[in-house]
């Protein structure tokens, strides 16, 4: 498991007043690797990918993105250095069509519209949404609109992609056909961070796991040894 | 090119009515109708597209119809006014875009209130701009190169010019990155960000945008009416007038400011004579009922509610392909 680090996290730092979210987060997710995130409710994860993605600002730390630092670059420059989230509540485009709002994303990379449409299209149909280029985002069952997150930060064509719970809330069998999706993706070189709470989808597709507790990382290392450490035990179950 | 069709059509429809009614009346009224929906679609790139409501937008109209007037004051041509009026425009856009877009929805509209009137104020105190009186304009002869003309029939065709150039100019930008960015914007902020979109800079864009189109027809305006003073084009009232043709016609659609700017002209400049001395003021009632009808109804507009009609002959031509 050597290779570059997509993404390294040193030292994050997140409070509100005097509420500490994170309290000096470290972690290093490794290139075209999949690396997840997970902890108990509470533990900060959705407030380490808003700060990574630089929708909030850390109060300190920093964070690289294959070698270059994000502190203090804007969320939307983060996404054109090539990292892209989704959001754990999904955040779709509620009045676009679903080729729209992909085609939104896909303009990143292609500021000429029928070429980004193209690219959307193709997108559309990896994710298994083609059928539904036509229909309103808020007119999606869950499950698509989860697919249509996913499909826009796709179209992004991110070199890392941070996935805020895409599987929380499928049916198992959509579960299964997300985590394939998500394995494909990680097969075409593309770096990704997961955070989830499905432990047992989570742990056979992930390469790397860390896990985090009240702001802190308390494990990590592969996957299968994750689930066997004292101290996640804990975390998740209290002390016996 | 296909899309381009309508605006074609639309113009010929305001040729033959102004050929046959060829009476100043009603003349003036397509002048003003044609204005109205030039503004309203400047309005509607930052305020429909975007969903940043401005209610401000009177001080674009105004720097139009300002830079014409004290251009005519000092015997320059009116056509370099034009360029003044867009150019005056274009400064106060940015520089009241890029404090007030940090501020999102309502916070943003209320800005664009103080902004509005703190423009009307300033030129109510300057003697330069004609103070609280105004400015008449001086008449030249009538001539393209005065932009001035002794019939309306010129002004109607300026002012035709004009809104088929926006209209053009709505539907490229509907159909390519700046349009679906801003839609985007208007759904969600933070995800277009997600996806690297720089919401002040698209914002910025499309706020200069529309503001040109209303300094243009606030040049044309003036060139018309040849008197031009701050309640009758700086006025909240008229910011207002502006923000209600956008919203009665439909937001965020190419052909939402044309259809709302004829009711809203129509109901201003005939209801009124129709009831003579008696019934002022019923033209506001009707088209604030009107707007209440909209709001409650058809939150898309009169555009919105004739929009599937389209949809469907669209989306068939597309099977059929």
């Not at chain 1, 698509?144 to 895409?166: F, I, N, S, T, Y």
Request: charged share 15%; glycine share 10%.
């Amino acid at each position: 498991m050597s290779g570059e680090n997509a993404l390294a996290v040193r030292g994050l730092q997140m409070r509100y007043g005097a509420l500490r979210v994170l309290e000096g987060l470290d972690f290093d997710a490794r290139a075209g690797r999949i690396t997840a995130l997970i902890g108990p409710n509470g533990a900060g994860k959705s407030t380490a990918f808003a700060c990574i993605a630089g929708a909030t600002r850390a109060t300190a730390g920093s964070v690289r993105l294959f070698g270059r630092e994000l502190a203090g670059v804007p969320a939307y420059a983060v996404a054109r250095l090539g990292l892209v989230r989704t959001y754990q509540i999904v955040q779709t485009f509620a009045d676009m069509t679903v080729l729209e709002a992909v085609t939104v994303g896909a303009l990143l990379r292609h500021p000429r519209l029928d070429v980004a449409r193209d690219a959307a299209l193709q997108v559309l149909e990896r994710v298994g949404l083609a059928r539904r280029a036509d229909v309103l985002g808020k007119a999606l069952t869950i499950a698509d609109k989860k697919r249509l997150e996913l499909a826009r930060a796709l179209a992004a064509e991110p070199r890392v992609l941070l996935l805020d719970e895409v599987l929380a809330g499928l049916t198992p069998a959509e579960g299964r056909a997300a985590v394939e999706l998500v394995r494909g993706i990680a097969n075409d070189g593309i770096s990704i961070v997961m955070v989830e709470h499905v432990m047992e989808t989570l742990i056979p597709l992930a390469d790397h796991v860390i896990v985090l507790s009240a702001g802190r990382c308390i494990f990590d290392g592969l996957a299968a040894a994750a689930l066997a450490d004292p101290a996640v035990i804990e975390a998740y179950l209290g002390r016996p | 090119m296909r899309r381009y069709l309508p605006v074609g059509a639309a113009a010929l429809v305001v040729v033959v009515l102004a050929l046959v009614f060829a009476n100043p009346v009603a003349l003036d009224v397509l002048f003003f109708m044609l204005i109205y929906a030039v503004l309203g679609q400047g309005w509607n790139w930052i305020s429909g597209y975007g969903g940043q409501v401005s209610f401000g937008h009177a001080l674009f109209f105004g720097c139009g119809a300002y830079a014409s007037a004290v251009f005519a004051l000092h015997s320059l041509s009116p056509w370099l006014a034009l360029v003044a009026g867009v150019a005056v425009a274009l400064v106060l856009a940015v520089g009241i875009g890029l404090p007030c877009f940090t501020l999102r929805k309502h916070y943003f509209s209320i800005a664009t209130i103080a902004v509005a009137a703190i423009g009307e104020i300033v030129v109510r105190n300057t003697d330069f701009l004609g103070g609280s009186s105004g400015i008449e304009m001086p008449i030249e002869p009538s001539s393209l190169a005065n932009l001035q003309f002794s019939y309306k029939l010129p002004y109607v065709a300026l002012a035709l010019l004009l809104f088929v150039a926006v209209q053009a100019a709505t539907l490229y930008f509907e159909d390519s990155r700046i349009g679906y960015y801003l839609r985007a914007i208007r759904a969600n902020q933070d995800a277009a960000a997600s996806v690297g979109i720089d919401g002040r800079r698209w914002k910025l864009v499309a706020f200069a945008g529309g503001a040109c189109f209303c300094a243009l027809a606030g040049s044309l305006y003036a060139q018309s009416t040849l008197f031009v003073d701050p309640e009758s084009v700086l006025s909240l009232g008229i910011s207002i007038a502006i923000a209600l043709v956008g919203v009665v016609g439909g937001v965020g659609s190419v052909w939402g400011p044309a259809l709302g700017a004829v009711i809203y002209i129509f109901l201003s400049k005939y209801v009124a004579a129709l009831l003579g001395g008696s019934g002022r003021g019923i033209d506001l009632i009707i088209y604030g009922g009107l707007i209440v009808l909209v709001a409650a109804v058809r939150p898309g507009g009169l555009a919105g509610a004739l929009a599937p009609l389209f949809r469907k002959r669209k989306l068939a031509r597309r099977k059929l392909a």
